[in-house]
């Protein structure tokens, strides 16, 4: 007699319940790192529009930050912690290689023993994590899942580089995905191109630095290159985002775009078409690039400044180092 397999199905939709939000404790001004760069506040304000950005203490690290935004989405979601069985976190900047930032997130918050595990997608990461834990819930493989993007980018700045030292800053968001009546979530458009992986990264492994090769590894990229893939075809997967979904720029609340240069996501709400109805989220000002954590962070922000946002509908993209990206239509909590 042979038997067949039992698969499970889940739920038909699921939604984003609720945002949760920690950055660093330190506001940096642009004054503060102008000296190693040999550079100007009104310089980086016109190249990246940032005007400061939020670093942690040194006794901060990422585990902290993604603990204290998972603890305020779990409090608001209602969903008691016992009931999320997947922790999903997006990072680059884990302290150690191995465990997961996930599985002690997962124990911190009350949710042991969850399935946990960490991604790398860098900048797209938070996407990437929307889009499994949606994936998990409709099929059958989770009930409530728990999606935290979270960096400590601080720990790996060369306060000498000048192609993304001042760009970034520490932070973490945070978000409880479970069951919808309606769909909540959209196709995610994902993707990548490790052609050009060059374009950003680290500038060595630990094995160089073991061997005394480089210093410390830190982050750097190539500016141009990177901006002109951002801005030309990013917004063509942002665009293949909207036609997934059904809709069109005009049914959009919000915008939220990867907090990567206030030039890019300007570039990128026009080359959209995006009406003046939609608000877009521009966090970098004050928080920097925060890479996995930047789009929770600015969502959070968002529907902190503007609660008339709960019920519509977001585009959100995330790209970076890879290069990868990720991008779907959310419906706000």
Not at 33 to 41: E, R
Not at 73 to 99: C, H, Y
Not at 137 to 148: D, N
Not at 230 to 254: F, P
Request: aromatic share 6%.
């Amino acid at each position: 007699m042979t038997r067949t397999l039992i698969q499970p199905t889940g739920v038909a939709h699921t939604r984003i319940y609720a945002y949760g939000a920690a950055r660093g404790e330190i506001a940096v001004p642009n004054d503060d790192l102008v000296g190693p760069i040999d550079s100007s506040d009104e310089w980086i304000r016109q190249r990246t529009g940032i005007v400061t950005r939020t670093r942690a203490v040194a006794e901060t690290d990422a585990i902290d930050l993604a603990t204290d935004a998972a603890r305020e989405a779990i409090e608001r979601s209602g969903v008691d912690p016992e009931l999320i069985d997947a922790v999903i976190v997006a990072t680059i900047s884990n302290p150690k290689q191995t465990p997961s930032v996930s599985a002690i997130v997962a124990d911190r918050v009350g949710a042991n023993p969850a399935a946990a595990y960490d991604l790398n997608a860098a900048c797209a990461g938070f996407a990437y994590g929307v889009a499994q834990a949606d994936a998990l819930i409709r099929a059958g493989a989770s009930h409530y899942a728990l999606v935290i993007g979270t960096e400590k980018l601080s720990d790996v700045v060369d306060p000498a580089d000048r192609s993304i030292s001042f760009l970034l800053g520490d932070g973490a968001g945070a978000v409880v995905i479970g069951p919808s009546e309606t769909p909540g979530i959209g196709p995610t458009v994902w993707g990548s191109d490790g052609s050009k992986a060059e374009a950003v990264g680290m500038n060595g492994t630990l094995t160089d630095f073991r061997d005394g090769k480089v210093a410390w590894p830190t982050l750097r990229q190539e500016g141009p290159t990177v901006f002109r893939w951002a801005v030309w075809e990013m917004v063509k997967v942002a665009r293949q985002a909207l036609e997934a979904a059904g809709i069109e720029a005009a049914d959009l609340a919000a915008f939220v775009p990867h907090q990567a240069n206030m030039r890019i996501i300007d570039e990128f709400a026009k080359q959209l078409g995006l009406p003046d109805t939609v608000i877009v989220g521009r966090d970098i000002e004050t928080t920097g690039n925060t890479s996995a954590a930047s789009i929770p962070l600015a969502t959070h922000r968002l529907l902190e400044e503007h609660p008339e946002l709960s019920g519509g509908l977001a585009l959100q993209i995330g790209f970076g180092a890879g290069l990868v990206f990720g991008a779907q239509v959310v419906v706000l909590p």
